[in-house]
């Protein structure tokens, strides 16, 4: 059974850090991404890393804030979230390509995605 996993989410003060994990099963994952969806609001992109991890992307919002790494050797992914803001709060989601190693940035067609993890930040 493929599946992606979140966890690490949770109530935070503004300016303080999170670290999500992705735990990815049943066979291998290629390019990953986060997400995340505000109440009321449609999903946006956060960040995206390709299958080697050379290679990262951000969303403006988060860029110089948020780190995107990733060990293949355990399938899993990381999103590393500093100096957060109450506009981060967001049910945060990872997704994965069954077969791009790297894909352009904001891209959306990932084959698997999670179920997502809450993620709420306090004044």
């Known amino acids: 059974q493929v599946q992606l996993v979140e966890s690490g989410g949770g109530l935070v003060q503004a300016g303080g850090s999170l670290r999500l994990t992705c735990a990815g099963s049943?066979?291998?994952?290629?390019?990953m991404g986060w997400f995340r969806q505000a109440p009321g609001l449609e999903r946006e992109f956060v960040a995206q890393?390709?299958?080697?991890?050379?290679?990262?992307m951000y969303a403006d919002s988060v860029q110089g804030r948020f780190t995107i790494s990733r060990d293949n050797a355990k399938n899993t992914l990381y999103l590393e979230m500093n100096s957060l803001k109450l506009e981060d709060t967001a049910v945060y989601s990872c997704?994965?390509?069954?077969?791009?190693?790297?894909?352009?940035?904001?891209?959306?067609?990932?084959?698997?995605w999670g179920q997502g993890t809450q993620v709420t930040v306090s004044s």
């Open positions: 049943g066979r291998t994952f290629y390019a």
């Open positions: 997704a994965a390509d069954a077969s791009k190693a790297i894909v352009r940035r904001g891209y959306v067609e990932y084959d698997y």
């Open positions: 890393i390709s299958w080697s991890g050379s290679s990262t």
